[in-house]
């Protein structure tokens, strides 16, 4: 792991706490590229990322929650939260249009696929956590990651 800047001084709860979201999904995404560039599809990616995301520890899940509602979206730290978020979303997208190009995910609307996409792995991170142990997790992730692809396939019915 690289070796990171001190921690700076923050003026508030919410600069920490967006200080604190940043950095996770940017180590996140790091790792995910990484284990991306080992896969050879979108396929591959989406099980890759299940797998991932299913052994994270999100100690800041509730509080994303709590704090977005605190603040508010139209506030500047909801903005910067938003932005937070979003870049992960982008990452997402990113894939998924790979998916669409070679025709491994139906040909739809990039965002809305992508959205649903993101929330579907979202919930499921949301929940698994605190009601199954690890190894569970990963093998419903896995579950959830083969009925999305079939879901999304070209060839699946509408």
Known sequence: MQQREPVPHFKSKEDLF?????QTFTEW????DKIFSHCES?????????????????PLNSAEREFIGKVGTDSEAGKKFVAIVNKSFENIKKFISEGIASGE????NLFELSFIISCF???LSRYSS?????????????????????????????
């Not at 967006?18 to 940043?22: D, G, K, M, Q, T």
């Not at 299940?50 to 520890?57: A, K, L, V």
């Not at 995910?105 to 739809?108: A, D, G």
């Open 121 to 123: 792995y979202s919930g």
């Open 42 to 58: 979108v396929t591959e990616k989406l099980y890759a990322y299940g797998d991932f995301i299913s052994g994270i520890e999100r």
């Open 18 to 22: 967006l200080y604190l979201e940043e």
């Open 130 to 158: 605190y009601m199954m142990d690890k190894e569970a997790s990963k093998v419903l992730y896995r579950k959830a990651t083969t009925l999305l692809l079939h879901g999304i396939s070209p060839r699946s019915g509408t």
């Open 105 to 108: 995910c139906r040909n739809e």
């Open 29 to 32: 995404w790091e790792q995910l």
